[in-house]
């Protein structure tokens, strides 16, 4: 009879419409600017080579292949410090850092990805890292990275996870609860002695936004 | 490459493995079963081969291979319970176990979410799933044509023949058996 006379239901009567299934926003993308300044400067070596310091992200692997070209050395140091804090190991986190990394040559690496692992280093293991790290990288090579400028327990670590040349998003998973050392412009350029500011920007999440040149 | 004086039965299906070659067996008969039309064969999760493996068809392992895997021009498959302590050359490669060793493709390597690989990748694209590990380096430098494996100097070849017997995967026509060497 409905059907006949067409009755439409009322939606008092309409049986409530399934909830959808809850689906976990994307997280937003974030604009960046000195990215696709690392980009240029990697990019103008023939056959780069790229060290990335975080854990393997599928998507970055495809972004840089595709547009580099590049080899890219994958050193999870982030596991390191995770494992180090949940477990202290004999000599310390530089220690475990100098034998992860002791297989680079000197001056052989184009272009470094730090992201934001020294926001979880104390100064003196930031500062040995630092180092090294500058020691790694060729003549006009470039290190990528991002600096908080607020104390804050840091309980979460963060995958970037590049989106396009001047946008990634950020991927959060849970870390070992770990008090963040703060590093002014100064200490910055103390620590990373060897390597010049070539840009650095205030991102909104007040993270420092930072591209590091070795003349 | 088939060698038919030899003692070679016909391959058993995947549930009955052949008699002679037990799990822990490192002879180089090994228990090839045809999935389909297409020229495809699995090595099954009983398989422990030592040695170099080489082939001119795809190929799935769910067993263990320990030594070199060479299959330039077609795909390899490693499934959820291989275990490869190997050198691996291939057109391309699917990892869903686990590798240890480098893995070098003429087109493509994918790391499965359940893929697991510590050594180093060669390929012009790779593709890995959120979920899989991996730690070593990724090659993606436009080389051209696939690193070609370092071909042992003539001695090295005769005692690695010795102590390494040598599997190969035969071509799908007029083969109804596994080749041994």
Not at chain 1, 13 to 19: K, S
Not at chain 1, 170 to 178: K, L
Not at chain 2, 92 to 113: K, M, P
Request: hydrophobic share 40%; aromatic share 6%; glycine share 8%.
């Amino acid at each position: 009879m409905a059907g006949l006379f067409k009755w439409s239901v009322r939606k008092s009567d309409a049986a409530p419409a399934a909830a959808p299934p809850a689906v976990s926003p994307e997280p937003a993308l974030t604009a960046s600017k000195v990215l696709p300044r690392f980009l240029a400067v990697v990019s103008h070596q023939p056959a780069p080579v790229l060290v990335d310091l975080g854990g393997v992200v599928g998507a970055n692997v495809s972004f840089f292949g595709d547009r580099l070209s590049c080899r890219l050395i994958v050193e999870d140091l982030v596991a390191l410090v995770e494992a180090h804090a949940k477990r202290p190991g004999p000599g310390g986190l530089s220690a475990a850092f100098a034998k992860q990394l002791g297989t680079l040559e000197p001056e052989s690496v184009d272009g470094i990805l730090c992201w934001d692992l020294f926001d979880y280093l104390d100064r003196k293991t930031g500062q040995e890292l630092a180092a090294r790290l500058a020691t790694l990288l060729k003549k006009g090579g470039a290190l990528y990275g991002f600096f908080g400028t607020t104390p804050a327990e840091l309980t979460h670590y963060t995958r970037f996870v590049v989106q396009a040349p001047d946008a990634f998003r950020h991927r959060r998973y849970p870390a070992t609860p770990t008090r963040r050392q703060v590093l002014m412009n100064r200490d910055l350029a103390k620590m990373f002695e060897g390597l010049t500011v070539a840009e650095s920007v205030l991102l909104k999440t007040g993270a420092r936004e930072t591209l590091f040149r070795k003349s | 490459m088939w060698k038919r004086d030899e003692a070679v039965r016909p391959p058993q299906p995947a549930s009955s493995p052949s008699p002679g070659v037990g799990p822990e067996s490192s002879t180089t008969r090994v228990d090839l079963s045809r999935s389909s039309e297409r020229d495809i064969v699995n090595i099954g999760k009983s398989v422990v081969i030592k040695g170099e493996l080489s082939g001119s068809e795809d190929l799935t392992i769910e067993g263990q291979v320990e030594g070199k895997i060479e299959l330039r021009q077609n795909v390899l498959t490693i499934g959820p319970n291989a275990r490869i302590k190997a050198q691996v050359f291939a057109k391309t490669v699917v990892v869903q176990g686990e590798v240890h060793g480098n893995v070098t493709a003429s087109e493509r390597v994918e790391i499965r979410d359940s893929g697991s690989v510590d050594g180093d990748l060669s390929a012009p694209r790779v593709a890995i799933s959120d979920g899989a590990h991996f730690r070593g380096s990724i090659d993606m430098q436009r080389q051209g044509q696939v690193a070609k494996p370092d071909m042992p100097k003539a001695g090295e070849a005769r005692s690695t023949a010795a102590a390494s017997p040598t599997v190969s995967v035969a071509a799908a026509s007029g083969s109804s058996s596994a080749p041994v060497r």
